[in-house]
């Protein structure tokens, strides 16, 4: 069943539409609060469909992905007795308690990994809210983070020019399906573990 080739063109669709970096834009800072797709798979398209502006779309990215960290940080101030019920019944509540403990041992470079790595970095917004660490640093380990992972994407994907929309055409189905059973691996070990 080909799922993930026609998706790819579609993506690569949307990411050339007029609003694209609003979308981009909206979509950056509602993953780091509260949306669980990653700003990877519209930033990827649309820097691979307009090679020309990725490093603007990195910037976009970034900026609203750490106004996104501020408001999970808020809400991790201000309302996370209304959260926790659903945090702690969801997949995250693992992630949430790992956060509060590398918070514990690593301050706001806890924060830095999570900005950088696949590591849910919503979970570690809302949580260093709660547990306050240190505004200043929370912005600066996030901008340092967030603004790796989104450069090291554009640039990836710049330096790769056709030769990576090729072979990602090529291997995408692949990759797709390869994708759904790790995440269900994963989810399926969090569910076991927690």
């Known amino acids: 069943m080909k799922l993930f080739g026609p ?19 909206a979509l950056s800072f509602a993953e780091s609060s509260f949306f669980p797709i990653p700003v990877d798979v519209m930033l990827a398209p649309m820097c691979i469909a307009r090679r020309d502006k990725a490093w ?19 809400i991790g101030i201000g309302i996370f007795d209304l959260v926790e ?35 849910p970095y919503k979970v570690f917004t809302i949580a260093a809210g709660v547990a306050a660490l240190n505004l200043p640093g929370f912005f600066v380990a996030s901008v340092v983070g967030r603004g790796a992972r989104f450069f090291l994407v554009a640039g990836l994907v710049v330096l790769g020019g056709d030769k990576l929309d090729t072979t990602l055409r090529k291997y995408v189905e692949g990759l797709g399906w390869a994708v759904v059973v790790l995440t269900v691996a994963i989810i399926g070990w969090l569910m076991v573990r927690g």
């Open 7 to 25: 998706l790819y063109d579609r993506v690569l669709d949307w990411s050339r539409h007029q609003h694209a970096e609003r979308y981009l834009g």
């Open 56 to 74: 603007r779309y990195a910037i976009i990215a970034t900026v609203f992905s750490v106004l996104g960290g501020l408001a999970g940080y808020a």
């Open 85 to 119: 019920p659903w945090l702690a019944n969801s997949h995250y509540w693992g992630a949430y308690q790992t956060s509060r403990e590398w918070f514990d041992t690593y301050g706001v470079w806890a924060i830095f990994v999570a900005g950088f790595s696949p590591i």
